[in-house]
């Protein structure tokens, strides 16, 4: 009968180096048994551990200089922006000087990172959310930034304010005109991602701001709900509808019966119209301006 592997308590919560295996007891050639996962060089994972995102990031780490920080999409997922790890390979941020090159499924940015441009989330060095936005409003295009920084905003990781400021502590820095752009975009009062393609459909194509979650009172003072986007003099409330619009159908119904019986007039978009048919989207809310 073959002895028993030998699994420390310790080198089961995360992965591990190969000096801190040999501090634990284990030898290189026990890191080859079935107990134990290569996930790099020189780093380690019990093969009772799941194959998560967080536990690749954690081997990767181990493999950085002190000083280096996980960014861009990567630190936005992380941030809990949506903004899926995998759709392109992990990226991280080194000093300029560092000789760190890049490696399989790693993107290595090289830029200054100051004391304040990282924190460290789950047991990992990330960008702050000012400083992951920055980087995402140059590897984004202007609509998804701006996307983003709005769910930023929702998700309250940050206000405008606190935003702003960040910015113009850094006027005339690399990239922060394009940021800038960007936050003149964003709106706190966004509540999904197609809501904020369907306002910046509309401002790129030359109509007003529209209101955003405008809320609308009936001709005694009543309240009859809110609306997605809102110009208040012609009194034209846009609504998207999304998953959550078949849901509650019934609803939405009696609600929009109210808006129209106290003399507002309504819009409503669904994604296909947004991304495939913009062109009769921005036509229709022009008619209904003019």
């Given at each position: ?21 040999r ?80 490696r ?44 983003a ?22 006027k ?11 936050a003149?975009?964003?709106e ?70 109210g ?32």
């Amino acid at each position: 009968m073959p002895p028993r592997p030998v699994i420390p308590p310790e080198l089961t919560k995360g992965p591990f180096t190969l000096e801190a295996a040999r501090r634990s007891g284990l030898s290189g050639r026990q890191l080859q048994g079935a107990s134990w996962r290569r996930l790099g060089a020189g780093v380690y994972a019990w093969t009772g551990l799941l194959q998560t995102p967080q536990l690749r990031l954690s081997a990767i780490q181990h493999r950085l200089p002190a000083a280096a920080a996980f960014s861009g999409r990567t630190a936005a997922w992380l941030h809990g922006l949506g903004l899926s790890p995998g759709d392109d390979p992990y990226e991280v941020t080194v000093p300029s000087a560092s000789g760190v090159s890049a490696r399989v499924g790693v993107s290595v940015r090289r830029s200054h990172l100051t004391e304040g441009d990282v924190l460290v989330k789950d047991e990992l060095r990330i960008t702050s959310i000012p400083r992951t936005l920055a980087d995402l409003s140059h590897r984004l295009d202007l609509v998804e930034a701006v996307v983003a920084v709005d769910r930023a905003l929702q998700m309250h990781l940050i206000t405008l304010a606190q935003l702003n400021s960040w910015i113009a502590a850094r006027k005339g820095s690399k990239g922060i005109v394009s940021f800038r752009r960007v936050a003149e975009l964003a709106e706190p009062a966004a509540e999904s991602p197609m809501e904020t393609r369907l306002r910046l459909l509309l401002i790129f194509a030359g109509l007003p701001r529209p209101e955003a979650q405008a809320r609308l009172y009936g001709k005694r003072g009543e309240f009859l709900g809110r609306v997605d986007l809102f110009y208040r003099s012609p009194r034209l409330a846009i609504e998207y509808d999304g998953g959550t619009h078949r849901d509650s159908l019934i609803e939405d119904n009696r609600r929009q019966n109210g808006h129209l019986s106290a003399g507002f007039r309504l819009l409503r978009f669904t994604g296909p119209d947004v991304l495939r048919s913009p062109d009769s989207v921005v036509a229709h809310v022009r008619a209904a301006l003019s």
